[in-house]
């Protein structure tokens, strides 16, 4: 076990919203106990959210992916209803509203913890799981990293398996 579990966007919108796949809908039970794990073990948890504004079309990244998800407030943008709900009322968990694929502030949630080791799960493998990893990695160039390949899906199957090539030869070890 890490020091920390960091949850990318297991949000609404990408598991059976706009978004959504088969492939994000049956990684939840795996997260949902991965969660668990970490809570029973009094581990801290950092979610992160997709966060747009309701002109979401009109940005870069809206023209490019003409599709409005996770909009604040809405409901696609919630982490979804049953992983939520697994969270206890006790954890230690943090959240983060990131407006792009990768959150670039890392170090002001990590460094305080002085963690030696972290995993990552969640959504989507090619686009924002690769983002923050290889960020992270940048970040703390010596620190254990993992991604539990069962706990993530990427837009289709063959970009999440490229992914999890990129982190392996990023010295991210994959389980």
Not at 75 to 81: F, R, S, V
């Amino acid at each position: 076990m890490h020091d920390v579990l960091i949850v990318i966007d297991m949000q609404k919108d990408f598991i059976d919203g706009s978004l959504g796949t088969k492939e994000a809908i049956s990684i939840v039970p795996g997260v949902k106990n991965k969660i668990e794990v970490y809570q029973n073990a009094n581990k801290k948890i950092i979610f992160t959210r997709d966060t747009h504004d309701v002109d979401y079309l009109s940005s870069f990244e809206g023209q490019h992916l003409p599709v409005e998800h996770c909009i604040k407030g809405s409901l696609g943008w919630q982490i979804y209803e049953s992983i939520w709900q697994s969270v206890r009322n006790d954890a230690d968990i943090t959240i983060i509203d990131k407006p792009t694929f990768g959150y670039t502030k890392w170090r002001d949630i990590l460094d305080p913890l002085k963690i030696t080791s972290m995993e990552i799960c969640g959504l989507c493998t090619d686009i924002c799981v690769i983002s923050n990893i290889l960020i992270l990695r940048a970040l703390y160039p010596n620190m254990d990293m993992c991604v539990d390949a069962t706990c993530c899906a990427g837009v289709t199957v063959t970009k999440h398996k490229a992914a999890l090539e990129v982190m392996r030869s990023c010295q991210v070890e994959v389980i």
